[in-house]
C-alpha cells in the first residue's frame, strides 16, 4: 500500500494518525511540532534536522536532538545520497554493526525529499532510533513517504507565513 | 453494560490521537485525555476512570509525579497505571515502577500489544 492510499480498514493506524496529524496543523509551526511528533512517537527516531535547499544553502532550518555542530548544513551528509534525493527519492541507511550508533541506539540514515511541486525544496534527516527500535519496515517506510508527500506545502508555500 | 473508561496522557497530540484510534477500532472502551501529568491527576478525580494510560515526559507534571500522586489519592489509588513512554532505559523503567505503575511500555506502541495489556486489567 502506499503512502498516499486511501484510508482503509486495513491501513497502519500510524498512517492514519500521522495524516490526520499533519491535516489539522494549523501553521508552520504546528506542522514541525506534528513533525517531531510523528518521528519520535510514531517513528521512534530522536535525531531530526530539517535542511533547506533553496540556494544551494543545506543549511539546518530546524531540528530537534541532533548534533547541530556537526550538523549543521547537508554538507556533513553523503553526496551521493543527497543527489538522489534532489531527484525525490527516499534514501535509508541502516548500519547494523557495531560502534557506529551512540549509547548502544541503532544508526541509521533516513534522507525525505520534502517535495513542493515535484520539486525538492527541503530534506529531512533522521539519525537515531531510540534504544527499543530495532529498525526500519515497510510500514515505516511508508509512514516516512507520507511526510515526504504531505509537509512541503504547509511548510514552503506562500501561506505558511508563520515562523517556527 | 458500562464501557470501561480509560484516561489517556500524553502533551504529545499525535501520541494522544494514536492512542485513541487504536482503542476506537479494536476495543469498546471509553476514551478521556489530559495533556500533562497536572490535568491528569484533575481529570482522574472527576472521570473515574478505570485505567489511565500515561506518557512520562510531559510538561508541568511529568508522569512518575502524577503517578505518585494518584497512588496518593483515595478515589485513585487503585486505579491501573500503564506508563507509556519513548524512554525505554532501565533507570526510567525502575524509576516507573518505584512511583507506583502497574505495567511500562515504550513507543512506538504495538497496537496489539497495547490491546492486549489493557484487556489483562480490564477485560473484554
Not at chain 1, 511541486?117 to 516516512?144: C, E, S, W, Y
Not at chain 2, 491528569?40 to 478505570?50: I, M
Amino acid at each position: 500500500m502506499t503512502a498516499g492510499a486511501a484510508i482503509g480498514k486495513f491501513e497502519d493506524p500510524r498512517l492514519e494518525t500521522a495524516r490526520k496529524r499533519l491535516r489539522e496543523s494549523v501553521d508552520r509551526a504546528d506542522t514541525l511540532e506534528a513533525i517531531r511528533e510523528i518521528v519520535t512517537n510514531l517513528l521512534g527516531c530522536e535525531e531530526i534536522g530539517l535542511f533547506t535547499v533553496e540556494r544551494g544553502s543545506g543549511g539546518l532550518l530546524w531540528s530537534f536532538g541532533i548534533d547541530t555542530q556537526r550538523h549543521h548544513t547537508l554538507d556533513s551528509f553523503d553526496e551521493c545520497a543527497l543527489h538522489r534525493v534532489m531527484q525525490g527519492e527516499l534514501h535509508v541507511a541502516q548500519v547494523d554493526h557495531e560502534g557506529h550508533g551512540h549509547h548502544g541506539n541503532p544508526p541509521l540514515r533516513i534522507f525525505v525529499p520534502i517535495r513542493v511541486h515535484n520539486r525538492t525544496v527541503a530534506v529531512l534527516v533522521m539519525l537515531k532510533l531510540l534504544p527499543q527500535k530495532l529498525g526500519f519496515d515497510k510500514a515505516d517506510i511508508n509512514l516516512v513517504k507520507l511526510l515526504s508527500d504531505e509537509t512541503g506545502g504547509a511548510l514552503f508555500e506562500k501561506s505558511a507565513n508563520t515562523n517556527a | 453494560m458500562t464501557a470501561k473508561k480509560i484516561l489517556l496522557v500524553d502533551d504529545s497530540k499525535t501520541a494522544l490521537m494514536m492512542e485513541r484510534a487504536i482503542l476506537e477500532k479494536r476495543t469498546r472502551y471509553q476514551c478521556v485525555t489530559a495533556s500533562d501529568g497536572l490535568e491528569a491527576v484533575s481529570k482522574a478525580s472527576e472521570e473515574h476512570p478505570d485505567l489511565v494510560l500515561m506518557d512520562v515526559v510531559m510538561p508541568r507534571m511529568n508522569g512518575f509525579e502524577a503517578c505518585k500522586k494518584l497512588r496518593q489519592l483515595p478515589e485513585t489509588r487503585e486505579v491501573p497505571i500503564v506508563l507509556l513512554t519513548t524512554r525505554g532505559e532501565e533507570t526510567y523503567v525502575e524509576a516507573g515502577f518505584q512511583c507506583g505503575c502497574n505495567d511500562y511500555l515504550t513507543k512506538p506502541v504495538d497496537g496489539e500489544e497495547l490491546v492486549k495489556l489493557l484487556r489483562s486489567y480490564l477485560g473484554e
